[in-house]
């Protein structure tokens, strides 16, 4: 066997660079870069490979491991999970900053490869800097932390062990249905360790990310459950936007009148005004898409995790007929909500349900509902994106008047956390595949921007705008400067409304007084964060990292920075000031929280009293 002498961390790149992808017939590389901070756990270990080249890995300097790591999603997302990102960081505290995003990563089933430094197998120098010493065990150390959120987890602890390691982290990174965090922890001696690696280990390989093929007695169930149905309706999840099954549902819904709702990952597989597209399901769904889910008698759940944001907590079907279909290339996800599971890839699985109902001449009895439903939220949303704010500018308008710019250029629209999402979710339009890049699987503040940073490394020809809160931004915005160091061109639009504003609704909503989510200084007078309104210059933020900075406070301010930041050839951040209770309200949704059963404020003892009312009527599991 021929073999070739290198360092653990040498090979793992040379093997790295070597990963390819085919699915239906197209091949792509598989690894598209490393994205990372050096530190002592790596620098001279994985960043001596990296450095000394004789590899097509691009290396980005992250500014936060975590911002790194959001980067690394937001590319694997809008590449469909066909190309990754690794990420790489040094011992402890390095390692840990990407913990959240592990578990980002994993909720949402998007592939990324993370490479946490370790400290020394060998044990000589412990403590080692930065190493967490547990005296009840020495195996442990900080990166054991990523175990609940990765779906594969090893420590090469030999040099040897690269190899297995290796070979499941890629099992792993190119499943359809269970895929995520791969986290491979690389002590620091053992990445410079040297090994005889077998030529054939290093070897180009393509793998191969097979759908999965229905089974016949499957599509006959599942055939017969729709040709029973009246009123089906489908919930459009991640997995058919994944599948790639937009002509498939296209075909589907148009042959059968089945109407469907989006959740935030599938929203935007086909376009807003397409005839059978209600928009948003759930709590954060539209008035259309949560009447007809209360009528109908069954749910084609496509690729989707029913989270409680689509299903209202389990409530929003409230048709005691209503069935439930999961069709689902993840069989943990196909037997949710006691689903007759069908678990098969959701391109292939329409394809064959079309095939099976057209020859028994199937159509769905929702008669004019869908189109009336239809045009009732069309106007809605023309009246949002037309609403005129006393105070300057709504967050509805904001988005109204972004959605009218970007719509004609299919630019993509990233967003993740507080109450933009929730109103995307609802009234955004889209009409271009990947448009749509919305990570609310974990709803993780300060993916926005570092996602954007990954979108657009993904689509370099396309237009990318990141639509972010003030709390969100502040959290994390530094992959900013990444952007900045890189040339890449990234549009920030910062909504904001001085504070946690979605929270403060949630608690406002409950009974409880306002309470820690407005942006306010500390009043001496109560004691509490009731004081004037704590102000930030975004735009004068954005300067600082060498970003452009735009400022709005009314529509034509706003949509003056909107055409002006498209124009720019380097990232943009436009600080547009909304009215802070501005964003969209629920239309005939639900939510359960674990509100106070024991309060002495009687609004929230009634307030959880409704809950209970409301837990009533929801299905039990
Ligand atoms: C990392 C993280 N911490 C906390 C939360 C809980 N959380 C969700 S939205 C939100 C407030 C977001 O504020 P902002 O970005 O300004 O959006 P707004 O609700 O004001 O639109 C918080 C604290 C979260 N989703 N993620
Ligand atoms: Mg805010």
Not at 92 to 107: E, S
Not at 544 to 560: L, Q, Y
Request: charged share 25%; with cysteine; net charge neutral.
């Amino acid at each position: 066997m021929k073999t070739v002498r290198m360092t653990t961390a040498q090979a793992l790149l040379r093997f790295l660079d070597n990963q390819y992808v085919e699915r239906d017939g197209v091949e792509r590389k598989f690894v598209a870069g490393v994205l990372g901070i050096f530190g002592h756990g790596c620098v001279v270990g994985l960043g001596e490979a990296l450095a000394a080249g004789g590899h097509s890995l691009r290396f980005y300097q992250g500014k936060n491991e975590q911002g790194a790591a959001h980067a690394a999603i937001g590319f694997a997302k809008q590449s469909d999970r066909l190309a990754i990102m690794t990420v790489a960081s040094s011992i402890g505290p390095g390692a840990l900053n990407m913990v959240t995003a592990a578990g980002t990563a994993t909720v949402n089933r998007i592939p990324v490869l993370f490479l946490p430094g370790d400290s020394f197998a060998c044990r000589q120098p412990d403590p080692v800097l930065q190493q967490v010493e547990q005296p009840y065990d020495c195996n442990v150390t900080a990166n054991d932390a990523f175990k609940p959120v990765s779906r594969y987890w090893d420590r090469v602890s030999r040099p040897e062990q690269l190899m297995t390691a290796m070979i499941n982290a890629m099992r792993v990174l190119t499943d359809p249905a269970d895929t995520g965090a791969v986290t491979i922890a690389l002590p620091q001696d053992v990445q410079g360790e040297a090994y005889d690696y077998p030529e054939e280990f290093l070897r180009r390989r393509v793998h191969h990310v097979e759908r999965r093929i229905p089974s016949e007695a499957a599509v006959e169930r599942a055939a017969a459950m729709i040709a029973a149905a009246r009123k089906p309706l489908v919930i459009c999840g991640g997995g058919a936007r994944y599948s790639g099954a937009a002509k498939e549902l296209k075909a589907f819904c148009e042959k059968f009148r089945v109407p469907f709702g989006e959740t935030q990952a599938g929203k935007g597989l086909l376009p807003w005004d397409n005839p059978y597209n209600l928009s948003g399901i759930g709590l954060t769904g539209s008035q259309a898409a949560n009447r007809l889910a209360k009528e109908a008698d069954l749910v084609i759940a496509l690729g989707t995790r029913l989270g409680d944001f689509t299903t209202c907590s389990k409530w929003l079907f409230q048709n005691p007929a209503c069935r439930i279909l999961g069709i689902n290339v993840a069989s943990f996800d196909a037997y949710k909500m006691d689903a007759e599971p069908m678990v098969a890839d959701a391109k292939l699985a329409l394809a064959a349900l079309t095939k099976a109902l057209s020859k028994a001449g199937y159509a769905s009895s929702w008669g004019p509902a869908i189109e009336r439903e239809r045009a009732a939220w069309k106007a809605e949303v023309d009246r949002l994106y037309a609403e005129e704010d006393p105070a300057g500018l709504s967050q509805a308008r904001a988005l109204g008047e972004l959605n009218d710019i970007l719509l004609p250029k299919d630019a993509i629209a990233v967003s993740g956390s507080g109450s933009i999402p929730s109103d995307m979710q609802r009234v955004w339009r889209t009409r271009a595949s990947g448009a749509y890049h919305m990570e609310y699987g974990f709803s993780c503040m300060g993916y926005e921007i570092a996602g954007s940073l990954g979108a657009k490394l993904a689509e370099p020809g396309r237009e990318v705008v990141a639509i972010v809160g003030d709390g969100a931004y502040t959290m994390l915005h530094t992959e900013l400067l990444t952007a900045v160091q890189e040339g890449v061109k990234i549009i920030v639009v910062v909504l904001d409304n001085s504070g946690f504003q979605c929270i403060d609704n949630l608690q406002s909503g409950q009974g409880i007084v306002h309470f820690g989510n407005e942006w306010k200084r500390r009043d001496p007078a109560t004691g509490r964060l009731t004081g004037a309104p704590v102000s930030v210059d975004f735009a004068k933020n954005a300067e600082s990292w060498g970003a452009k900075g735009f400022r709005a406070r009314t529509v034509d301010e706003f949509r003056r920075a909107v055409r002006k930041a498209l124009k720019e050839d380097g990232p943009c951040v436009i600080d547009a000031k909304v009215s802070p209770k501005s964003m969209t309200k629920g239309y005939e949704s639900w939510w359960r929280v674990g509100t106070a059963e024991v309060s002495s404020n009687p609004a929230v003892e009634a307030a959880a009293r409704e809950i209970k009312a409301e837990v009533a009527k929801a299905r039990k599991y």
